[in-house]
């Protein structure tokens, strides 16, 4: 009884409303659909229903340029800019008698691909687990860092516009992988995570900036690793496995050259003992030469 009794209220109200208003709609009903019932662009609210002052002066904002909501901005501003105050009344009079529709909550399947944390997974073998790690001992920690600063630090390694601390190929590799919206889910997430205060004692990050010549090797493989491979979705713990294997081939050449030399020296002859210093027998015959003396 109630759905009847709104549905003859809105009919009576749509019956009612200006010839001018609902022509005028027509042109909107394109986005909006025919009775105001449709997302436009899949972003917008309905508007069905909505309060006759509000869509006017929604519209008066969208036609004075000051209003850009979900970036329909510019859009919009050329619709309204069509209308005078005595349309924009006919129509929003009309969107007003439309039976309001009630928007249904459409629970959506967990997209994995944008979980922050499970994409920041990749990140943290160098940043650390909590993000409270300097990646390779140089880098600041990112824990808590601005998610829009984030965003544009990425945006900056997809492009090879960013070299800090010589990670531009590492990073980029990385980075490039990452869609928009995955990039924001993991900016996101970065910022979330609680920031830890880094040891301020200057001596001790003099200590802790010091870059060993393992490390120093490390990013020299790293990086050329990453600038040859043709895989781009190798992540730093297939380069990191792959650094493990060359230093085991790097200190296995060691030892072989070590043992080597060793062999070379064990296999040389021992001096024999009737073998004298020449330098030390006079000559026959001669008289020992007296050292000169500046006394």
Same mark, same amino acid.
């Not at 992988?177 to 997430?189: C, D, G, I, P, R």
């Not at 491979?229 to 297939?238: A, C, I, K, M, Q």
């Not at 050259?257 to 001669?286: C, F, R, Y």
């Given at each position: 009884?109630?759905?009847?009794?709104?549905?003859?209220?809105?009919?009576?109200?749509?019956?009612?409303?200006?010839?001018?208003?609902?022509?005028?709609?027509? #042109?909107?009903?394109?986005?909006?659909?025919?009775?105001? #019932?449709?997302?436009?662009?899949?972003?917008?609210?309905?508007?069905?229903?909505?309060? !006759?002052?509000?869509?006017?002066?929604?519209?008066?904002?969208?036609?004075?340029?000051?209003?850009? =909501?979900?970036?329909?901005?510019?859009?919009?501003?050329?619709?309204?800019?069509?209308?005078?105050?005595?349309?924009?009344?006919?129509?929003?009079?009309?969107?007003?008698?439309?039976?309001?529709?009630?928007? =249904?909550?459409?629970?959506?399947?967990?997209?994995? @691909?944008?979980?922050?944390? =499970?994409?920041?997974?990749?990140?943290?073998?160098?940043?650390?687990?909590?993000?409270?790690?300097?990646?390779?001992?140089?880098?600041?920690?990112?824990?808590?860092?601005?998610?829009?600063?984030?965003?544009?630090?990425?945006?900056?390694?997809?492009?090879? !516009?960013?070299? #800090?601390?010589?990670?531009?190929?590492?990073?980029?590799?990385?980075?490039?992988?990452?869609?928009?919206?995955?990039?924001?889910?993991?900016?996101?997430?970065?910022?979330?995570?609680?920031?830890?205060?880094?040891?301020?004692?200057?001596?001790?990050?003099?200590?802790?900036?010091?870059?060993?010549?393992?490390?120093?090797?490390?990013?020299?493989?790293?990086?050329?690793?990453?600038? =040859?491979? @043709?895989?781009?979705?190798?992540?730093?713990?297939?380069?990191?496995?792959?650094?493990?294997?060359?230093? !085991? !081939?790097?200190?296995?050449?060691?030892?072989?050259?070590?043992?080597?030399?060793?062999?070379?020296?064990?296999?040389?002859?021992?001096?024999?003992?009737?073998?004298?210093?020449?330098?030390?027998?006079?000559?026959?015959?001669?008289?020992?030469?007296?050292?000169?003396?500046?006394?």
């Amino acid at each position: 009884m109630k759905k009847t009794l709104l549905f003859l209220l809105s009919s009576v109200a749509i019956a009612s409303a200006s010839p001018m208003g609902i022509e005028i709609f027509k #042109q909107c009903g394109t986005c909006h659909g025919d009775k105001g #019932q449709k997302h436009s662009l899949n972003v917008t609210h309905y508007i069905a229903g909505m309060d !006759k002052d509000d869509v006017i002066e929604i519209l008066h904002e969208y036609k004075a340029g000051t209003r850009n =909501k979900y970036g329909l901005g510019s859009m919009m501003k050329g619709q309204a800019a069509k209308l005078s105050d005595e349309q924009m009344d006919a129509v929003a009079s009309y969107i007003e008698s439309l039976p309001v529709v009630v928007e =249904k909550v459409v629970i959506k399947k967990e997209d994995t @691909t944008l979980d922050g944390k =499970k994409i920041f997974k990749k990140c943290a073998v160098c940043h650390g687990v909590d993000a409270n790690k300097r990646s390779l001992n140089v880098s600041k920690f990112i824990a808590g860092m601005d998610k829009d600063h984030i965003i544009e630090t990425l945006h900056g390694y997809q492009a090879g !516009k960013i070299n #800090q601390y010589g990670f531009g190929s590492m990073m980029k590799g990385q980075a490039k992988k990452l869609t928009e919206k995955q990039l924001e889910a993991v900016a996101l997430y970065v910022e979330s995570l609680e920031r830890k205060s880094e040891d301020t004692d200057s001596k001790k990050m003099e200590e802790k900036k010091k870059i060993t010549q393992e490390e120093i090797e490390y990013n020299k493989f790293l990086k050329e690793h990453f600038d =040859k491979s @043709t895989n781009p979705n190798e992540t730093y713990e297939e380069g990191k496995r792959r650094w493990a294997e060359e230093k !085991k !081939k790097r200190e296995a050449e060691a030892n072989a050259t070590k043992e080597k030399s060793e062999k070379v020296k064990e296999q040389k002859p021992a001096a024999s003992a009737t073998e004298v210093n020449l330098d030390t027998i006079e000559t026959a015959g001669e008289e020992p030469k007296e050292e000169s003396s500046w006394f």
